[in-house]
């Protein structure tokens, strides 16, 4: 499960690379379950319409790991207190960092996955907490 976890955290940076919103789809539905699937796409749609581009790389530090059912019908819920200082949103016409765009070094993030019938782990939810960890 935390490998499931460490690896949506690279596929989104991996991601970036996807030249248009079908590539981006196919790309991500290979970990994504929806509707966090189609929130994502529609997400990298509207910061390409804003030209905007997210740079740098999070840094898990998984804080639990809860596991309810089992079988293919398992939830898991990730807690972490992850380093995002490094990830910022910068203005692909300009070069410009966008204002306040820049990550937290405590950032509190949850993230929900679904197991499919298969054994694999699908992110299926996301949450970012105001309060620093």
Same mark, same amino acid.
């Given at each position: 499960?935390?490998?499931?976890?460490?690896? &949506?955290?690279?596929?989104?940076?991996?991601?970036?690379?996807?030249?248009?919103?079908?590539?981006?789809?196919?790309?991500?539905?290979?970990?994504?379950?929806?509707?966090?699937?189609?929130?994502?796409?529609? &997400?990298?749609?509207?910061?390409?319409?804003?030209?905007?581009? +997210?740079?740098?790389?999070? +840094?898990?530090?998984?804080?639990?790991?809860?596991?309810?059912?089992?079988?293919?019908?398992?939830?898991? &819920?990730?807690?972490?207190?992850?380093?995002?200082?490094?990830?910022?949103?910068?203005?692909?016409?300009?070069?410009?960092?966008?204002?306040?765009?820049?990550?937290?070094?405590?950032?509190?993030?949850?993230?929900?996955?679904?197991?499919?019938?298969?054994?694999?782990?699908?992110?299926?939810?996301?949450?970012?907490?105001?309060?620093?960890?």
């Amino acid at each position: 499960m935390r490998a499931a976890y460490v690896r &949506y955290w690279e596929v989104m940076v991996e991601s970036r690379a996807q030249p248009d919103r079908r590539s981006l789809r196919n790309f991500l539905a290979r970990y994504l379950a929806d509707p966090f699937l189609t929130y994502q796409v529609g &997400y990298a749609e509207l910061r390409r319409q804003k030209h905007q581009v +997210i740079e740098g790389r999070f +840094i898990p530090h998984i804080t639990s790991v809860k596991v309810a059912g089992n079988g293919k019908d398992s939830r898991a &819920y990730v807690a972490d207190c992850q380093d995002a200082s490094g990830v910022v949103i910068r203005d692909s016409r300009t070069g410009k960092v966008v204002k306040g765009s820049r990550g937290s070094a405590r950032r509190s993030v949850t993230m929900t996955f679904v197991r499919t019938p298969d054994g694999r782990w699908f992110a299926l939810d996301f949450a970012e907490s105001k309060k620093k960890c």
